[in-house]
């Protein structure tokens, strides 16, 4: 069964520091990886795909299939950056997502 | 474009009371789908809808049904509540494609009952 795991529930870093959120799946297809954010007050979003692979906000994500992850990383963390964050595993052939239990992620001036 | 609209925002139920959440969508997507957010669970998925017509099930179905007349429209149905579904609920929607698209998610019915 496709299943997909964060570790943290909460993450604390100061603003400049480095930030991971980690996630990783479980699948025995060609997984479809994607991270979704959720500030406060505001609508579950789409940040980025791994297909796409690109940066957005200054985040990126690599898929490893060896280690079957899909960390999503920045630099140098932003106050405006926490939110909740969702890593999700799309089902191959169907639109259906397994969403992760999310990290919350506090960045501290 | 509205985007993906929930009603209503907000609902305070007693056990054993019926209820049906709202959900539109106005850009002709294909694909629907309703969740619940719960603490420390994240989002599972409930019931999902393909096109007009077409359900099925997700992995927390019981005491919810949904039914899918027209494309734009997706209620979700409580029969009989109870304080387990207690929950923030997202409606949600995609365009169907070979690959799996980004879905648009509404603001969320947060629902309390007691």
């Known amino acids: 069964a496709q299943r997909v795991t964060q570790p943290e529930k909460l993450l604390s870093v100061f603003k400049g520091a480095p930030v991971e959120l980690k996630c990783n799946y479980s699948y025995s297809g060609s997984p479809e990886l994607f991270w979704y954010v959720q500030y406060s007050r505001q609508r579950l979003q789409l940040l980025l795909r791994h297909i796409s692979r690109e940066s957005i906000k200054g985040f990126t994500a690599d898929l490893n299939k060896g280690e079957t992850s899909f960390h999503l990383k920045k630099p140098f963390a932003q106050e405006e950056d926490s939110a909740m964050y969702y890593c999700a595993l799309g089902e191959g052939g169907s639109e259906k997502l397994v969403f992760g239990k999310g990290t919350k992620l506090t960045v501290n001036p | 474009n509205a985007g993906v609209t929930q009603t209503p925002k907000f609902q305070v139920l007693k056990t054993g009371q019926s209820m049906t959440l709202q959900c539109a969508q106005d850009?002709?997507?294909?694909?629907m789908s309703w969740y619940r957010q719960d603490p420390g669970m994240g989002l599972r998925l409930i019931h999902y809808s393909v096109g007009a017509g077409i359900t099925d099930q997700g992995e927390v179905p019981n005491g919810y049904n949904v039914s899918r007349s027209t494309t734009e429209d997706f209620p979700l149905r409580l029969l009989s509540a109870a304080p387990s579904q207690t929950s923030v609920y997202f409606c949600a929607s995609s365009r169907s494609g070979e690959a799996v698209n980004e879905q648009f998610f509404g603001p969320g019915t947060r629902l309390t009952v007691l």
């Open positions: 850009m002709n997507h294909e694909y």
